[in-house]
C-alpha cells in the first residue's frame, strides 16, 4: 500500500505546486503590469482549459492565461447549458446572508399571509423605486423588509426621517411612493437610517431599489411582479 500511495501523494504535491506557481507568475506579472491590479482577492481556474478568473473589489471578475499576458473583461458563456457563467459567480459572490440583516433597522409591509420574504432598499426620491413599488402592489403573501437607503441627496435624508418617525411607517411610505402624498414632518431617532446607509456601502449597494431574496441573490434594480413572482416561488 505505501509503494501505491506514496507516487500519488507526489502527483498531488506536483499538481499543488504547479498551481500555486502558475497563481505567482499571474500575480507578479499583473501586479507589475496594471498597477490598479496588485491587490488580487483571488486566482482560480476557470473552466475553460488554460484560463484562469481573477477577482478583485470583492466581486470583480476578470479573465487571464498562466502568465498573466492577456487580460479579458466580459462574460464568460456556456453555449452547451446556455448558461452566463460570469453572472451566476457573480451572484454568487454578491450573496447576503438575509437572516444576518439588522431588521431592526428596517420597517415591514404585510400582503396577504406574509409566508413569503424579500428586503428592499429604497430611496424615497427614486423614480425607479417609485415605478417598482407601484407594480409592487400587484404581489401578495409576502413580507416586505424595507430599508430606508437615501443616496439621492440631503431631501432623501429628510423624507426618510419623516417617514421613519411616522406612526404607521407604511403608511407613510406607501402614501408618498404610490399615492404622491407627502410625509408629514416628524421627529424621533433616526439613526437607523445613518445605519443603513453604511449597511449599504458594506454590500456595495449603489443604486435604488436593490432586492434582496431570501436565498441570499440580489436585484439591482426595478424589476416586474412577474419577475419578483418567480424569484420568490
Request: aromatic residues 8%.
Amino acid at each position: 500500500m505505501k509503494r501505491l500511495f506514496t507516487p500519488l501523494i507526489a502527483c498531488a504535491l506536483l499538481l499543488a505546486g504547479t498551481a500555486w506557481s502558475q497563481e505567482a507568475t499571474i500575480r507578479k506579472n499583473l501586479a507589475e503590469r496594471i498597477p490598479q491590479l496588485q491587490q488580487l482577492d483571488e486566482v482560480i481556474k476557470s473552466p475553460v482549459a488554460g484560463l484562469y478568473e481573477i477577482r478583485v473589489n470583492g466581486n470583480e471578475i476578470y479573465y487571464t492565461d498562466a502568465e498573466g499576458n492577456y487580460l479579458v473583461q466580459g462574460n464568460l458563456i456556456d453555449t452547451r447549458l446556455k448558461r452566463n457563467l460570469t453572472e451566476e459567480r457573480i451572484e454568487k459572490l454578491s450573496a447576503i446572508n438575509f437572516d444576518a440583516l439588522p431588521f431592526k433597522d428596517a420597517f415591514t409591509i404585510v400582503r396577504g399571509n406574509g409566508k413569503r420574504k424579500l428586503v428592499v432598499f429604497e430611496d424615497p426620491n427614486c423614480g425607479y423605486c417609485k415605478r417598482f413599488e407601484k407594480d409592487l402592489q400587484k404581489v401578495n403573501n409576502v413580507t416586505v423588509y424595507m430599508f430606508l437607503y437615501p443616496i439621492l441627496g440631503p431631501d432623501s435624508t429628510e423624507k426618510s426621517k419623516h417617514i421613519w418617525c411616522a406612526k404607521d411607517r407604511a403608511k407613510a411610505w406607501q402614501d408618498w411612493m404610490v399615492r404622491d402624498a407627502a410625509p408629514a414632518t416628524a421627529s424621533c431617532d433616526s439613526a437607523a437610517i445613518t445605519r443603513n446607509v453604511e449597511l449599504g456601502r458594506k454590500f456595495k449597494i449603489t443604486g435604488t431599489p436593490t432586492l434582496v431574496f431570501a436565498d441570499g441573490s440580489r436585484v439591482p434594480g426595478a424589476i416586474g411582479a412577474d419577475q419578483v413572482e418567480k424569484r420568490l416561488n
